[in-house]
Each structure stands twice: as C-alpha cells, then as structure tokens.
C-alpha cells in the first residue's frame, strides 16, 4: 500500500505546487461535464485506471472544497470500483483467456454508464442529492499545508487507512474461519443462475466476487486445462469478475471515503447482471446474423 501510495502523494504534491492540476483540469472539463463530476475528478479516475484504489485515494484531497452532492462521491467511488488497475488486472484475465482490449472497454464503458445511471437516478428520486464533502480528508496528504505539515498529515492519513484495511482483512478471515463466506456463495447462487453463467465456473466467479479478481482470474489459470471450463464459459465469467470483484473489501473501503452502500453493492451487482446478460445476447443474434448469411 505505502509503495503505491507514497510516491503517488508525492507527485500530487509537486503536481498542486507547480499548478499542473489547474493547467490539466479545464482539458478535462468536457468529459468530466457529461458525467455531472468536476474536473479535478479526472485526477482520481485517470489515478484508478492506471494504479488501482489505494493510488487513486491518495489522489482524493484534490476534491476538497468542491461542493459536491452525495450522489457525485457515490459516482466516484463507483467508477474506481469498476475501472481501477486496468493494467495489471486486465493482464491477468487475458492470462485466464479473455480479452484484454475488450475487457478494457467493458469496465470503462460500465463505469460511465454507471455514472451517467447514478446522477439521472439521482436527478429523478432525489436520492443521494443532499450536499457531501470530502473534508474528512483534510487530515490526509493536505496540499495547503507547508511540507512538514503535508508530510505528518499524510502519514496520519496512511496510519488511519491502515487501520481500516487491517480491520478487513481481520473481517475476511473471520468471514472464512466461521463459515460465513460459504453462506455468501449460496447467496450469490441465485444471481449466478439469472445471469445465465455455466455451471462449471458459478462457483469460481462467486470466489472472485468476494475476494477479487486476482483470486478469481488465478483459480480460472489454474483449471485451464479443465475440459469442463468450456471457452465460452470462461469468458462470461472473466466479463463478470472484470465489472464486479471484491465485493467486500473494496466496497467496505469506499463506503469507509463516503459512497453509498446500496448503489455500491446492489446497484453494481445489478449492472453487471445486465450487461453480461446483454453481452451473450448480443452474442446470440450475431450468431444467427451470420448463419443467416451463409
């Protein structure tokens, strides 16, 4: 975590000294508008994609200030939850047999539109529309502050998340030790049965929802040769744990910054229920297109 993190503050910190966050936040602007975020939002998405969660929280006291409702922060974490360390976790699911490019667009695609879903919800039921701050981040990577203060602020920041990912990992192993992950398998069975997943790798998929795509991908590597993994199986499920993994811990940590539990849990269990769905059915028709056509 320190490895990631530490020389991502640093760089946020030359970045705000030297002003190349007010030179890069109006090029970011119009993308940023369509999505109803400010443009400083850019830093932590652009952060999530190329780094991962722990970078891009590092890069979250750059929001301080913005007036922000709770549906904005909500769409933050959501997009960093669906669209973080492409590099890394996308290599693993073309080890596993997927797609890299492919998978790629997937999670962007599905972090935008889950964007785009949360700010119309929001605009239409008024849920999550009351006004949200970050300021509870002053006390971690200050960027006002002079170097000594930024310095002793953004350890106590790292102390404080320490604590919060040590508490999860503790949670998680207590999960295992009394059986209550097992119980989050045969939850999870009916939702793996909807979205239509073989058999052969519901199990697996479950796994890697819980725990993450490493873990998923990894069992997926490891029962590569397994004649009853069929291609076809193996991709539906790669697409499933490239939008929606770690349901536990990650969601835990962003409802910890200030997201919504229920539209980080649910909601992106919803998405990634109907995008899949959508992928095999777009799938279906262009199977018969050109069957069609021979």
Request: some cysteine; glycine content about 8%.
């Amino acid at each position: 975590m320190a490895r990631i993190m530490v020389p991502i503050m640093i760089i946020m910190r030359l970045a705000d000294t030297y002003g190349v966050i007010d030179w890069m936040s109006p090029a970011m602007q119009p993308v940023m508008a369509l999505l109803n975020l400010p443009p400083e939002a850019a830093i932590v998405c652009l952060t999530a994609i190329l780094t991962g969660l722990y970078g891009a929280i590092a890069t979250l006291p750059v929001l301080i200030g913005q007036e922000l409702t709770a549906a904005q922060i909500t769409s933050i974490c959501t997009f960093m939850l669906i669209a973080h360390a492409l590099p890394v976790e996308q290599a693993i699911v073309r080890k596993a047999g997927g797609s890299f490019w492919g998978t790629v667009f997937l999670r962007l695609f599905a972090a935008c539109l889950a964007v785009l879903l949360i700010d119309a919800g929001s605009k239409v039921t008024g849920y999550l529309s009351e006004p949200q701050s970050l300021d509870h981040f002053k006390e971690f990577a200050r960027v006002d502050a002079g170097h000594m203060d930024w310095a002793l602020s953004s350890l106590k920041g790292m102390v404080l998340l320490f604590i919060i990912l040590a508490g999860l990992l503790v949670m998680m192993d207590a999960f295992d030790r009394f059986g209550v992950t097992a119980v989050f398998n045969r939850l999870f069975a009916p939702v793996m049965h909807l979205s239509g997943l073989d058999r052969s790798v519901t199990s697996i998929t479950t796994a890697g929802i819980l725990l993450g795509l490493a873990y998923g991908g990894g069992l997926i590597i490891a029962r590569g040769n397994d004649p009853a993994i069929s291609h076809k199986a193996r991709y539906y499920a790669l697409c499933w744990l490239s939008l929606c993994h770690g349901l536990i811990e990650d969601v835990a940590l962003m409802v910890a910054i200030g997201g919504d539990f229920w539209v980080l849990f649910f909601g992106r269990l919803i998405l990634t229920l109907f995008l899949v769905r959508g992928l095999m059915l777009w799938h279906r028709l262009r199977k018969k297109e050109i069957l069609a056509t021979t």
